[in-house]
């Protein structure tokens, strides 16, 4: 059998190992939270996580064909980004993935069951490019603010003139 | 010999849970974009608070007072003395956790010690120590550890990782309010000179110009006669506003964001534009020129303190009533301490609307009404004329703001004035909106810019819900009533939902309001053409 279809048959298994194992990198106390509240709007990070993660196996079961797969990693990513880890552990959760497909396909004969490394390496290589998009989006976000909030009163104060009111509003 | 593990059984011996380590022995990592910069000694100088000094977070010595043990200490004294329930939040709970899941830094960060029940664990564990017989003699047996430096800066770290929004306080079955347990943890903070540089700076400016940016009151009059000049473009009507002017009947206070940040500003517009339509006898004043009160993250006296000039005014001016503009934590102050703390001047009445002659009893007490209940009111009477096609381009939603929502218990005003001036409008989920609504993430003076990270986790759960309207009914812009919202939420939607942009209540008043004489309006307050208008704004560039 090909492993696409022993991983479309044992999707959900999958999906809720990887869960368990991105879980498992919060505290004791966190991960039993993300787990049990299943309502997506008190449980928004195990929500998205969910949402992410069936997005992205979904994606390795198309073959890796379809160039959808960045808004799943940015679900999950985006989150990531701005809680208390560092690149390479809030990235981490990718590289379970070959794991966790190989131990569920190989216990049934897959064919081809190679090919996930690349798919999988592929979604790593995706993923940096998501992280830094969102760290960029923080910084930006940060000196946008700071120039929302000085940007009327050096307007009156005319600090300003060089810059043309019509092209600042554009621009922002 | 030795047998060589197979890789399958490495992999199991990779352990991905964080190490365990007992709470009270964790010690908090100072990572920037995670806390607020130290407050600078001229601010607290300003007015009057102890131990202004130059300090780092990040350095290892904050320079505390060599006696600071013994002022904390005694500062819990003094305070388990004055409040009733300080000292009961101190010994009541049970820790059942019907709060744990309900913080939004919890839910957005996962760090337990944001557990509301975790983050009163962390002065309670203090209170033991010092207060209780088992806890003196017991030690961490019973809950309780010792005060040390290392405890003050994780009680600092956490202090500023509550907004105070209260939403834990609806599930506690006892009732235990942690923002009032933060209130007073950041007033013993205070005692040791360690308040930050984001709340002292509108303090000291608020305390010596009248608003949180310093702005004087020239250039405060100038930037309400520039918003005159926009509606005019707009509109071709110019409200005539007044300053300083004795003998009005009504003192208009707005928060100063309002009238210095977009997109606060478009909101002022609004509030000028149905002023005037109104033919309101009003007044600004330039000296009681902020609705906030950033005393109150400082502590109740400074928060009495500040208060104060919004009175003073009334009574210089003589005006019978005041009308508060949109904002959170003003109204929070108003309708829950401002009532103990000071008696109004003589001349204020019961306020009474001069249009439709409606007397508003609950702010008998204060006579300071919000001017949403004012507009609601307006509606309900049928005397503004509105186009909500107008704001066709906009599908809106609506954020209730703590402070307004939870605190005040204000639901449906808002909302009856956001379907009066607009014609597509959908809540949020209700567990996430009106006494359950999730905050912004940035409230309690932690709105500043180098807290970017931790705002953009306690914000999450509140952009989720955003996020889920925007997906499902196409939401382009969230509506809210306080202007830390409008400053906040604004950055936080860029991060999490960019395609939705956020405006205050009045900035749609403004907008669908038909005014007389005006001419045909091809564009909104933002200079955005209006719907069908588009060829029109085109031919006008």
Redesign the interface.
């Given at each position: 059998m090909r492993w696409v279809d022993t991983l479309e048959r044992n999707k959900q298994k999958v999906i809720e190992t990887w869960f368990q194992?991105i879980i498992?990198?919060?505290?004791?106390?966190?991960?039993k939270?993300?787990k049990a509240?299943k309502?997506?709007?008190?449980?928004?990070?195990g929500?998205?996580i969910r949402e992410g993660l069936e997005g992205i196996v979904n994606w390795i079961i198309s073959g890796g064909k379809s160039e959808e797969v960045i808004p799943f990693l940015d679900r999950i990513i985006?989150?990531r980004a701005?809680?208390?880890f560092k690149p390479s552990e809030a990235l981490q959760f990718i590289i379970e993935l070959k794991?966790i497909i190989r131990?569920i396909c190989s216990q049934e004969s897959s064919v081809g069951l190679e090919a996930v490394d690349a798919l999988v390496d592929k979604l790593l290589m995706e993923s940096f490019d998501v992280f830094s998009k969102c760290r960029e989006?923080?910084y930006e976000?940060?000196v946008?603010?700071?120039k929302?909030?000085t940007?009327?009163?050096l307007q009156?104060a005319g600090v300003l003139y060089e810059i043309s009111p019509e092209s600042e509003?554009r621009d922002r | 010999m030795a047998s060589v593990p197979k890789p399958?059984e490495l992999?199991k011996t990779i352990n991905?849970?964080?190490p365990?380590t007992w709470w009270m022995d964790k010690k908090v990592e100072f990572?920037p974009?995670?806390f607020c910069n130290a407050s600078r000694p001229q601010y607290l100088e300003a007015v009057g608070l102890p131990f202004a000094r130059e300090w780092r977070v990040t350095e290892d010595d904050w320079k505390l007072p060599s006696n600071w043990k013994e002022i904390y200490i005694n500062g819990i004294k003094e305070r388990l003395e004055r409040f009733r329930t300080f000292k009961v939040f101190m010994d009541i709970c049970v820790r059942c956790g019907a709060c744990?899941?309900k913080c939004h830094f919890?839910?957005?960060?996962?760090?337990?010690k944001n557990?509301p029940v975790l983050r009163a664990e962390l002065l309670r564990s203090i209170y033991r120590r010092y207060f209780t017989t088992s806890g003196k003699l017991l030690g961490r047996t019973a809950g309780a550890r010792d005060l040390t430096e290392e405890t003050f800066k994780e009680l600092w770290y956490y202090f500023f990782q509550c907004t105070e929004c209260r939403r834990c306080s609806l599930f506690c079955p006892y009732g235990i309010d942690t923002a009032e347990i933060t209130i007073i943890g950041r007033e013993l903070i205070n005692l040791l000179g360690c308040n930050i540089d984001w709340i002292m700076g509108p303090v000291s400016n608020c305390y010596r110009v009248g608003n949180h940016?310093g702005?004087q009151p020239h250039?405060f009059r100038?930037?309400i006669e520039?918003f005159c000049d926009e509606i005019e473009g707009v509109t071709g009507v110019r409200p005539e506003p007044s300053f300083n002017r004795k003998g009005a009947e009504i003192l208009f206070v707005t928060p100063s964001g309002d009238v210095?940040?977009?997109p606060g500003?478009y909101t002022c517009m609004g509030y000028l534009m149905l002023f005037h339509e109104l033919g309101l006898d009003y007044t600004w004043s330039t000296y009681a020129s902020e609705g906030g009160n950033f005393g109150f993250f400082t502590s109740h006296e400074m928060a009495k303190r500040l208060h104060y000039k919004i009175y003073a005014e009334a009574e210089r001016l003589g005006v019978k009533f005041i009308i508060g503009g949109e904002c959170g934590h003003m109204w929070r102050l108003l309708h829950q301490y401002l009532a103990t703390w000071w008696k109004p001047p003589k001349n204020l009445e019961v306020p009474v609307s001069p249009i439709t002659g409606t007397r508003f009893e609950h702010a008998k007490s204060t006579k300071i009404i919000h001017i949403v209940e004012f507009t609601a009111d307006l509606i309900k009477h049928g005397k503004l004329k509105l186009d909500p096609s107008r704001n066709d381009n906009l599908i809106v939603t609506f954020h209730d703001s703590c402070n307004v929502s939870r605190g005040m218990g204000m639901f449906e005003e808002p909302r009856y004035v956001l379907k009066n001036v607009c014609n597509n409008f959908y809540d949020m989920?209700p567990?996430?909106i009106r006494e359950q609504t999730f905050c912004c993430g940035s409230g309690s003076g932690l709105n500043t810019?180098?807290y970017?990270?931790m705002r953009?986790?306690g914000g999450?759960?509140r952009a989720?819900?955003v996020r889920?309207v925007n997906e499902k009914y196409g939401v382009n812009m969230l509506a809210c009533i306080c202007a830390i919202d409008r400053?906040v939420l604004?950055?936080l939607m860029?991060?999490?939902v960019p395609d939705v942009q956020v405006c205050g209540l009045h900035e749609l008043v403004g907008n669908a309001l038909i005014m007389t004489g005006e001419q045909t309006r091809t564009t909104n307050l933002r200079?955005e053409p209006l719907p069908g208008m588009e060829e029109e704004t085109d031919e006008d560039l």
């Open positions: 194992k498992e990198t919060y505290p004791e106390e966190t991960a939270f993300l509240q309502n997506p709007f008190l449980n928004p990070v929500g998205a985006r989150i701005i809680q208390e794991v131990n989006d923080l976000i940060r946008q603010e700071i929302d909030k940007f009327r009163l009156r509003q | 399958n992999v991905h849970t964080p365990e990572r974009g995670t744990a899941d919890f839910i957005g960060s996962g760090d337990p557990m940016l702005i250039a100038d930037m520039f210095f940040a977009d500003t989920p567990e996430t810019d180098e970017m990270e953009m986790r999450m759960p989720n819900a889920h400053a604004t950055p860029r991060y999490w200079g």
